[in-house]
C-alpha cells in the first residue's frame, strides 16, 4: 500500500527519466521489511504556482511524502525515510547552476481501519 508523492517546484529539474526514479523508489522500498512490490503506487507532480520563504526566483522545493499503513515500527520508518532521500537528492538538480536545493521527506502512517481500497 505505501504510497510515494514528489512534489517539487518548476525552478528544479530531475537528472533522468522519471520513470527510472520512481523504479529506483519502488525497488528500494520493496527491499524493506514488510513492503509489497505490488502494493507500491507512486507520482511526480510538478508546481508551476509556488512560494518559497521571500519568493525569489532561486528558491526551490523537493518534497517526497511516504504513506505507509500503521503497523511498522518508528526504526523501519526511519530506514525507509533515509534510504528514499539519497535517491531523491541524486534524482534533481536546479535549473540555474549554483542554487541549492531544499529538500524535505516525511513519512506518515496511514490508518488501516480507516483507508479503503478496491479493485475492480
Partial sequence: MPHITIEHS??????????????????????QPSVDMTAIKSRIITHNVYRVSDGAGANNFVHLRLDV???RDI?????????????????????????KINY?????EM???TYFKQVV
Avoid: C, W, Y
Fill in 104 to 108: 524535505s521527506l516525511e513519512v506518515r
Fill in 111 to 113: 490508518e488501516r481501519e
Fill in 69 to 71: 499503513l500503521t503497523g
Fill in 10 to 31: 518548476s525552478n528544479v529539474k530531475l537528472t533522468r527519466a522519471a520513470e527510472e526514479v520512481l523504479k529506483d523508489l519502488h525497488e528500494i522500498l520493496a527491499a
Fill in 75 to 99: 526504526a523501519l520508518r526511519q530506514q525507509m525515510g533515509e534510504v528514499l532521500l539519497k535517491i531523491l537528492v541524486a534524482a534533481f538538480e536546479p535549473i540555474t547552476h549554483g542554487d
